[in-house]
């Protein structure tokens, strides 16, 4: 099997606390039968940690990385700053402000190192999976018709008319 298919999803989140929202990542892999692996790593926690998992992220044969964070939710933007590997970033709802801090936090990064940003919270987290997927699909045939029938079973359940 070429190497760019074994290819795998990185998740990573800032606290054991926004594993009840990154879970949701896990369960989309395990239905699109996509590698994947979960980390907890924190910018100003364990800033070592982020910057060696990000220095050998390329070595360690990820494709994509998934970082949710909350609150001041520097995450996403510094595992960016020293990877270019696509960084996908999800917001998560915060007590106090309800996600809008995480939010602006990783949407407004300013030109030169980018993080595609997400919905606040499970939306948030879900739909980052579906886009790694897709991004996986683009040079993995076997992902692309797993995404495909994905969103076709999605569109199946939705009824035509309300109860
Ligand atoms: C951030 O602080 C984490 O991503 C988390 O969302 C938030 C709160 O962390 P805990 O106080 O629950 O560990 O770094």
Known sequence: ???????????????????????LCQKIFKILKIKFETKIISAHRTPE???????????????????????SAHLPGMISSLTSIPVLGVP???????????LLSIVQMPKGIPV??????EDGAVNASLLA????????????????????????SIKK???
């Open 92 to 102: 998560i709802e915060s007590k106090k402000l309800k996600g809008l801090d995480s």
């Open 49 to 71: 940690r982020m910057y060696k998992y990000a220095k050998n992220a390329e070595k360690n044969n990820i494709a994509v990385i998934i970082a949710g964070a909350g609150g």
């Open 116 to 121: 595609g940003t997400l919905a606040i919270g």
């Open 1 to 23: 099997m070429p190497i760019i298919k074994s290819k795998k999803v990185s998740i990573v989140m800032g606290s054991q606390s926004d594993f009840k929202t990154m879970k």
């Open 133 to 156: 997927a897709s991004i996986i699909a683009t040079y993995d045939s076997n992902i692309k018709k797993k995404l495909n029938q994905w969103r076709l079973n999605q569109s199946k």
């Open 161 to 163: 008319k309300p109860k």
